[in-house]
């Protein structure tokens, strides 16, 4: 158990302290905040400062971060350049909220995605600021392709994670989530992600004769939305010649083609978009999460110029305009305009790849399978259980990594895909002594 002191700084010490007589540790929380919530009943600690892939609670317990906000903290809590843009430009008075009115930081935000993002890549979108949430990013692009089409359904896939408004929640797997909606959640048609039919089952031919054959009982949709790698769905990840022969069924059919990359994009799998491995072109891409790289709240709809047809304010929000995050956004996106960074990514993973391979070897056993690409990783277990079990106990260990899948069957692994590579081999084997330790444990019950 890693317990380091740390001199907490005397701001979020005074913040924190009671006023009245209110016991510290978590009662509040237990008695006032709403039964919804959820990581924090995996991880009972009280936070009080991060830096980089390290948090510390309030008792200066130090814990390794291999949650990553979900995959909203990519470059590490408070990475220090992003940091100083910040801080400096709320120094300058610069505006904070702006609805969706030019501000400078936005201007600069949008040259420099252009420059270092778009431009690089071919790639020609129009970008449209939603809410500042994956799942309203999500409700942008259905609203567009169902504008654009005219039709109504959209195609998603099992083990998909959208969102939990009720337009993406209708495309979200999970039936635990979706029976949370309380009303019926309708015009999506769902097909099987790849191998979900097993290995025999060409998942692609299937799509294909539901579209085709006019005894099939769908009709034509405005659009597939996918996810490359499933964050929640269990890491399970569709691979690139699938990917290639989904964007050709949709283009064959006038059918778009919708990539969420909420949680995948940013460099998680290795480059910044997670399609790009598979060389397809979506027509609509939603990023949220990583893209303001601070873990402030931000999300975007990339739109081919030709199907931006929403008019002006047909999908507006107070919240569009969250300077904050335009500033950061743009100070992370220095890391992209640098080679050097794509060739350290490149090698993380590697050294990634290498770690779960040895893991999976070691607990050969348990059925340990490596799963997930890039640095948006996963553990699956003959048991379903034993991921939960390793996730709790990791905590207790000083390592926070969560559960992913309909059953919280795997374990997910997310460090910052800015980690030191002595720094990722800590993390794995750490957390290879919890998983003997948890499997012992279980031998000697
Ligand atoms: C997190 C996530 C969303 C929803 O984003 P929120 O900000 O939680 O609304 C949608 N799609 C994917 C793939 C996600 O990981």
């Known amino acids: 158990m890693t317990t380091t002191t740390v001199t907490t700084s005397t701001t979020s010490t005074t913040l924190t302290a009671p006023t009245t007589a209110t016991p510290s540790g978590t009662a509040v929380f237990d008695e006032l905040e709403s039964a919804v919530r959820t990581y924090c009943r995996r991880f009972p600690a009280v936070f009080t400062r991060a830096s980089g892939h390290r948090m510390w609670d309030e008792d200066g317990r130090e814990f390794l971060d291999f949650l990553s906000g979900a995959g909203a ?20 008075d610069g505006p904070v909220h702006g609805l969706d009115l030019h501000t400078g930081a936005k201007r600069r935000f949008l040259e420099r995605f252009q420059a ?5 890549r071919g790639l020609a979108y129009r970008v449209q600021f939603t809410g500042p949430t994956g799942t309203n990013a999500i409700e942008a692009a259905f ?22 408004s009720l337009g993406a929640l209708a495309a979200s797997a ?5 029976d949370a909606a309380g009303v019926p959640l309708g015009n999506v048609v ?4 790849e191998g979900f039919a097993g290995e025999d089952v060409d998942t692609i031919d299937h799509l294909t004769r539901m579209l085709d054959d006019p005894g099939s009982g769908i009709s034509k949709p405005a659009a597939f939305v996918v996810e490359t790698v499933q964050g929640e769905g269990g890491l399970a990840t569709a691979s690139p010649e699938w990917l290639r022969r989904l964007a050709r069924v949709a283009r064959e059919r006038d059918i778009l083609l919708i990539v969420d990359d909420i949680q995948a994009g940013c460099g998680r799998t290795g480059t910044f978009f997670s399609f790009e491995q598979a060389g397809i072109t979506p027509d609509l891409v939603c990023l949220s999460k990583s893209i303001s790289g601070y873990g402030l709240p931000m999300a975007l709809l990339l739109v081919r110029p030709e199907l931006d047809q929403l008019g002006p304010g047909e999908h507006s929000g107070t919240f569009r305009g969250n300077n904050l995050a335009f500033v950061t956004a743009t100070a992370c996106l220095d890391h ?22 040895d893991l999976a070897l070691r607990f050969a056993s ?16 003959t048991d379903p259980t034993l991921a939960d079990r390793v996730s709790r106990a990791a905590f207790e260990a000083g390592l926070l990594v969560e559960t992913s899948g309909a059953q919280g069957q795997v ?20 957390l290879a002594d919890v998983i003997d330790a948890v499997a012992r444990k279980e031998e000697n019950r």
Do not use: Q, S
């Not at 990519?74 to 910040?86: E, S």
């Not at 999970?174 to 979706?178: I, P, V």
């Not at 374990?411 to 750490?430: C, F, H, N, S, Y």
């Open 174 to 178: 999970t039936a635990f989530k979706r």
């Open 190 to 193: 769902r097909m099987p992600y």
């Open 73 to 92: 903290l990519n470059y590490g809590h408070n990475p220090p350049a992003v940091r100083r843009a910040l801080v400096d430009y709320l120094l300058a």
């Open 411 to 430: 374990l997910k692994i997310m460090p910052p895909i800015v980690l030191a590579e002595d720094e990722l081999a800590r993390g794995i084997t750490l």
């Open 336 to 357: 992209w305009a640098d080679p050097a960074f794509a060739a350290g990514l490149a090698e993380r993973v590697r050294v990634l790849d290498g770690l779960l391979d």
């Open 143 to 164: 609203k567009v392709a169902r504008r654009v089409t005219g039709r109504t359904d959209v195609v998603a896939f099992t083990g998909g994670f959208h969102g939990l």
């Open 116 to 120: 270092v993002v778009l431009a690089p």
């Open 366 to 381: 348990l059925g340990c399978t490596p799963r997930g690409r890039g640095l948006i990783r996963g553990l699956g277990f």
